[in-house]
């Protein structure tokens, strides 16, 4: 806010909260600012499939609307949906949850996050995540009170957070441990045994663990495992999930959480004072997604594995060391080579290249060093975007 004199002079007050005031705004969406003013770019940098919704998803979608179907619903969600997904995760993943006091259907995974922070989080107690991470995580955290503790994680160990660098980070404050696999921005998938020594861990220090598994469905060459499936990790869990990247579905905004009927119930206070409940017209969508979405997800998911293999082998074959990412749809290439910040390297390479990539920074301390190149994108992009990036390394190769 401005604070420049008014009328006779006195300075207006300050209406900005301190907290709101201390956020940092996203890593992401600061650098998009600068991409509205250049011509001809290719974005490999917002996290969003190129794909339409499935056309039998948004034909659900038009008939609501069509029958009138305008209304709200249950702040729980459409009882049709919590069935549907209720059977989804026992399907899947044998994990058994009640439709009607253990599921909650949120605006996108991305308010299932905030609320279970808010409705776990005292002031003051401390939530262990992995650096680098979803952008969202510490933000959400601290707004929830809470203060974001982050574990290192290495190219080393394919990203992924390991229980033994956990356990040192844990105090008398810490309340949970939040994850995010497959990850973004490294695409790293965890092992069964990698969640189990994370399960074992919870246990052992009475802990909560908020699993964030929005990109569970985009998974490549293993089956993912779901964090509440694990023996004696499903009363201690908030598994978060959603529709927007398996089935395209990210402008739809639906997302869940599932957790036990206490802390559905906590969160759902919250809900019901702020989103009230999710937009019906894409809870139906939803429901179609879960009857008959799974063989266009299937296409859209080989798809992805062919642009990733593509994309990680010219990263490498360019100079920007890129390990094969396990899920989602990122790549994170070293930027090492160029002897350049993160953030120089892709305000650079916008200028100098007109290709879109994110800096590694932006997703925390250990980020940086790399930058995220998303391959939700169309193919000839892909490629065209490799061959600047490649001319462009070419240019700038510290190491020559």
Not at 274 to 285: E, S
């Amino acid at each position: 806010m401005s604070k420049s004199g008014t009328g006779g002079g006195k300075n207006p007050r300050d209406f900005v909260s301190q907290k709101a005031d201390s956020l940092s705004p996203s890593g992401i969406r600061k650098f998009f600012d600068l991409i509205s003013t250049t011509e001809g770019v290719i974005s490999l940098g917002v996290g969003e499939p190129d794909f339409s919704t499935p056309w039998r998803i948004r034909e659900a979608a038009i008939h609501s609307i069509e029958k009138g179907y305008t209304m709200y619903t249950s702040n729980y969600g459409l009882p049709e949906l919590r069935q549907l997904l209720a059977q989804s995760l026992e399907r899947q993943y044998g994990v058994s949850y009640h439709p009607g006091q253990e599921l909650l259907i949120t605006c996108g995974v991305s308010e299932a996050l905030d609320l279970a922070l808010r409705a776990v989080v005292n002031p003051g107690e401390e939530v262990i995540i992995p650096d680098p991470c979803y952008v969202a995580y510490s933000p959400c955290i601290s707004l929830a009170g809470g203060i974001p503790v982050p574990v290192p994680t290495c190219v080393e160990t394919g990203f992924t957070i390991m229980a033994s660098e956990i356990e040192p980070k844990i105090t008398a404050k810490t309340k949970a441990i939040l994850i995010g696999y497959p990850a973004n921005p490294t695409g790293a998938v965890m092992t069964k045994e990698e969640l189990s020594q994370i399960a074992s861990l919870a246990e052992k220090h009475d802990l909560l663990v908020i699993s964030d598994e929005i990109y569970a469905g985009l998974v490549y060459e293993r089956e993912h495992i779901c964090f509440s499936s694990l023996p004696g990790a499903r009363e201690r869990t908030i598994l978060l999930g959603g529709f927007s990247k398996t089935y395209a579905m990210t402008g739809w905004r639906v997302g869940y959480a599932a957790a036990n009927g206490d802390i559905i119930e906590a969160m759902l206070k919250i809900h019901q004072y702020t989103a009230l409940c999710a937009p019906i017209t894409a809870q139906m969508a939803a429901v179609e997604a879960l009857k008959s979405g799974e063989a266009e997800a299937q296409k859209m998911l080989h798809e992805y594995d062919r642009r990733r293999r593509i994309m990680v082998k010219r990263l490498n074959d360019c100079g920007l060391a890129c390990l094969e990412p396990g899920g989602a749809f990122y790549a994170f290439p070293s930027i090492k080579i160029t002897g350049m910040r993160s953030e120089e390297f892709a305000r650079r390479l916008l200028k100098e290249e007109k290709v879109v990539v994110v800096p590694g920074s932006s997703f925390g301390q250990h980020g940086e060093g790399f930058c995220r190149c998303c391959y939700a994108a169309p193919l000839k992009e892909i490629e065209e975007a490799l061959k600047r990036i490649g001319n462009f390394v070419r240019r700038h190769n510290a190491t020559t």
